[in-house]
């Protein structure tokens, strides 16, 4: 949606009221005014999608960001990421290190999300913000902007949300919650390069997101066959998933906090200068991967760091406690973190060493006995983090298996049928031994033929097998309701993995382990039968 709302008209007309009001001293204020018109998309939005979420900007321009979903529901929800490479060249900054993401904000109770920068944020967008005037339109302004310091960065960032809280009916319009504008975090920013949730957990750990070509179609790096030492204008080559346009290469991104060292399983305690993500068009291509991470001083000899290489994009967040509501529901859910249930083999530990903690008198012996229900809390919480992992990991599993078992039932059946074709209809048994072995009829070709019916026979009752073990073990280690509460999750994360076409089978594992746990029967050939209907219906 692109919005008429014209500041500079605005602006006039409340200077004409002024006017009447103050008297012709205010007329010298109008010569200087310029009326904007509406930015055609080619100037900010070169590659239009349907799910781009469009931001108003002043002088009638525009920003387009993208929904950036994490597989989390509620507000204490978060996941697991690991960042990073495993190269253990310059693993001080680079080097696989654990992190935690989720989404600030939820539509009608969906998998919350952030939004990101579709692109870079260009000179066109910069000045439309910073200047007094607003800029013409033109090609030669949608090149990122560069040679600008982290301050002025966050100055822009200031100064655009100032227009935003002004503008609030804009934000209404497009059903986009209240929020405001920010430099991404280190983890925000490469959750997002690398594909989020758009990829698998393999291709997340890849030194780059999937690639149907080569590098040079979706980054601009140093070297003749891509940037050739240019800046280049946003949106010329493809995006990554999540439809990110130059995440890697082109300009070099500043990061919100602060760089810190790794150690090996975790960061450094020192906050260091600037983190740049992303590499430029005066990178390396080998350096040209979502791990790259480098320091940039905030301040270069006397004057802030600036480079010709380094730009900026946006993520559109808001804080975390932003209603008494809101408390209320994180205080109510943190309170339930690391909780047992009565139906646990201890019984409920937690609860139970909550009730003798209030009958203590002594202050130093509850202040213990706190300490060691946060203890213990934070063990049930890692320990249940876990378990919900490797009940999505078996369900996936499962889906797979499903679908994998009527392939291999099709194959079985195409031989078997091709088989009794050739014995029944086609060849006369009498006659096998007499025909040369280059003939189809003969004993060679048939006994070859009947080995491959029963080589695909077996392939497909090995993996019956296992599709049936993975029920009973699933059933057996986690307890029902466990299993629903990650179906839901697990769903989201095949749809959007390009996996989609794995979800009916996912419904259909989900329903055989509730058969099983309802009987207690093993029934393989009604779940093959019911595997082969879903294969059928695609």
Same mark, same amino acid.
């Given at each position: 949606?692109?919005?008429?709302?014209?500041?500079?008209?605005?602006?006039?007309k409340?200077?004409?009221?002024?006017?009447a009001?103050?008297?012709?001293?205010?007329?010298?204020?109008?010569?200087a005014?310029?009326?904007?018109?509406?930015?055609?998309?080619?100037?900010?939005?070169?590659?239009?999608?349907?799910?781009?979420v469009i931001?108003?900007?002043?002088?009638?321009?525009?920003?387009?960001?993208? @929904?950036?979903?994490?597989?989390?529901?509620?507000?204490?929800?978060?996941v697991?990421?690991?960042?990073?490479?495993?190269?253990?060249?310059?693993?001080?900054?680079e080097?696989?290190?654990?992190?935690?993401?989720?989404?600030?904000?939820?539509?009608?109770?969906?998998?919350?999300?952030?939004l990101?920068?579709?692109?870079?944020?260009?000179?066109?967008?910069?000045?439309?913000?910073?200047?007094?005037?607003?800029? &013409?339109?033109?090609?030669?302004?949608?090149?990122?902007?560069?040679?600008?310091?982290?301050?002025?960065?966050i100055?822009?960032?200031? @100064?655009?949300?100032?227009?935003?809280?002004?503008?609030?009916?804009?934000i !209404?319009?497009?059903?986009?919650?209240?929020?405001y504008?920010?430099?991404?975090?280190?983890?925000e920013w490469?959750?997002?390069?690398?594909?989020?949730?758009k990829?698998?957990?393999?291709?997340?750990?890849?030194?780059r997101?999937?690639?149907?070509?080569?590098?040079?179609?979706?980054?601009?790096?140093?070297?003749?066959?891509s940037?050739?030492?240019?800046?280049?204008?946003?949106?010329?080559?493809?995006?990554?998933?999540?439809?990110l346009?130059?995440?890697?290469?082109?300009?070099?991104?500043?990061?919100f906090?602060?760089?810190?060292?790794?150690k090996?399983?975790?960061?450094?305690?020192?906050q260091?200068?600037?983190?740049?993500?992303?590499?430029?068009?005066?990178?390396?291509?080998?350096?040209?991967?979502?791990?790259?991470?480098?320091?940039?001083?905030?301040?270069?000899?006397?004057?802030?760091? !600036?480079?010709?290489?380094?730009?900026?994009?946006?993520?559109?967040?808001?804080?975390?406690?932003?209603?008494?509501?809101?408390?209320?529901?994180l205080?109510k859910?943190?309170?339930?973190?690391?909780?047992?249930?009565?139906?646990t083999?201890?019984?409920?530990?937690?609860?139970?060493?909550?009730?003798?903690?209030?009958?203590v008198e002594?202050?130093?012996?509850?202040?213990?006995?706190?300490?060691?229900?946060? =203890?213990?809390?934070?063990?049930?919480?890692?320990?249940?983090?876990?378990?919900?992992?490797?009940?999505?990991?078996?369900?996936?599993?499962?889906?797979?298996?499903?679908?994998?078992?009527?392939?291999?039932?099709?194959?079985?059946?195409?031989?078997?049928?091709?088989?009794?074709?050739?014995?029944?209809?086609?060849?006369?048994?009498?006659?096998?031994?007499?025909?040369?072995?280059?003939?189809?009829?003969?004993?060679? @070709?048939?006994?070859?033929?009947?080995?491959?019916?029963?080589?695909?026979?077996?392939?497909?009752?090995?993996?019956?097998k296992?599709?049936?073990?993975?029920?009973?073990? &699933?059933?057996s280690?986690?307890?029902?309701?466990?299993?629903n509460?990650?179906?839901k999750?697990?769903?989201?994360i =095949?749809?959007?993995?390009?996996k989609?076409?794995?979800?009916?089978y996912?419904?259909?594992?989900?329903?055989?382990?509730?058969?099983?746990?309802?009987?207690?029967?093993?029934?393989?050939?009604?779940?093959?039968?019911?595997?082969?209907?879903? @294969?059928?219906?695609?």
């Amino acid at each position: 949606m692109l919005f008429k709302f014209n500041q500079q008209k605005a602006y006039v007309k409340h200077n004409y009221i002024r006017l009447a009001c103050w008297g012709l001293a205010t007329i010298s204020l109008l010569p200087a005014l310029s009326f904007a018109e509406p930015w055609d998309s080619k100037f900010y939005n070169p590659k239009p999608t349907k799910d781009d979420v469009i931001l108003p900007m002043p002088c009638d321009g525009s920003l387009v960001m993208k @929904k950036v979903f994490t597989p989390t529901d509620k507000p204490l929800d978060d996941v697991k990421v690991i960042l990073g490479s495993n190269q253990k060249e310059l693993g001080f900054a680079e080097y696989a290190t654990p992190n935690y993401i989720a989404g600030s904000f939820s539509d009608a109770g969906k998998e919350r999300y952030y939004l990101i920068g579709k692109y870079e944020i260009t000179a066109l967008q910069y000045q439309s913000v910073m200047n007094d005037t607003c800029p &013409t339109p033109k090609i030669s302004l949608s090149f990122p902007i560069t040679d600008i310091s982290w301050f002025d960065a966050i100055a822009f960032t200031d @100064k655009y949300n100032r227009w935003l809280l002004a503008n609030q009916s804009k934000i !209404k319009s497009i059903n986009l919650p209240n929020g405001y504008v920010r430099l991404p975090n280190n983890t925000e920013w490469e959750y997002a390069a690398r594909g989020g949730s758009k990829v698998t957990e393999s291709e997340f750990r890849e030194s780059r997101f999937p690639m149907t070509k080569n590098l040079e179609n979706y980054a601009w790096f140093s070297g003749a066959k891509s940037a050739n030492g240019k800046l280049q204008l946003i949106g010329r080559l493809d995006p990554n998933p999540l439809d990110l346009y130059d995440i890697l290469g082109n300009a070099s991104e500043m990061m919100f906090d602060s760089f810190r060292m790794n150690k090996l399983d975790r960061y450094h305690g020192q906050q260091g200068g600037m983190i740049v993500r992303g590499g430029s068009y005066l990178t390396p291509e080998s350096s040209t991967t979502s791990a790259f991470r480098t320091e940039k001083p905030f301040y270069d000899d006397k004057n802030a760091y !600036k480079s010709k290489d380094v730009g900026f994009r946006l993520v559109y967040t808001t804080e975390v406690m932003n209603s008494n509501d809101k408390i209320k529901e994180l205080d109510k859910e943190w309170s339930e973190l690391g909780s047992e249930t009565d139906s646990t083999k201890n019984g409920n530990v937690v609860g139970e060493l909550e009730k003798i903690t209030k009958q203590v008198e002594d202050e130093k012996t509850k202040k213990e006995l706190n300490q060691l229900n946060t =203890l213990l809390r934070s063990a049930n919480q890692a320990r249940d983090e876990q378990r919900d992992r490797s009940i999505q990991s078996a369900l996936q599993l499962g889906a797979f298996l499903c679908a994998n078992v009527s392939d291999l039932n099709g194959k079985f059946e195409y031989n078997d049928n091709l088989y009794k074709t050739m014995i029944n209809e086609v060849c006369d048994s009498k006659e096998a031994d007499t025909v040369t072995d280059d003939n189809m009829c003969s004993k060679v @070709k048939l006994d070859n033929l009947k080995q491959v019916v029963d080589e695909s026979k077996s392939a497909r009752d090995f993996i019956l097998k296992y599709y049936s073990d993975t029920i009973v073990n &699933t059933a057996s280690n986690y307890e029902k309701n466990t299993i629903n509460d990650q179906v839901k999750s697990t769903q989201f994360i =095949l749809e959007n993995s390009g996996k989609a076409n794995m979800s009916d089978y996912l419904k259909l594992y989900f329903k055989h382990i509730n058969q099983y746990i309802e009987s207690g029967k093993i029934e393989r050939t009604a779940w093959l039968q019911t595997c082969n209907e879903i @294969k059928g219906k695609k």
